[in-house]
């Protein structure tokens, strides 16, 4: 499922192996910030832009 929040279309997915939840850029799959919450991750996918 891709969400879009403002100007920026990412998608979440969890990585079992390390625990944490990843934002994924939609127009850029090599973008990817990860996160203890769902929140983190988009936080730290924004900053990272």
Known sequence: MTF???NLS???AFDTAS???MAIDASNEK???F???IEQAI???NESK
Request: cysteine-free.
């Open 4 to 6: 879009t929040k403002t």
């Open 10 to 12: 990412y998608r979440v």
């Open 19 to 21: 625990n944490r939840f």
């Open 31 to 33: 973008n990817v910030a």
């Open 35 to 37: 996160g203890i919450t």
């Open 43 to 45: 936080r730290a996918l």
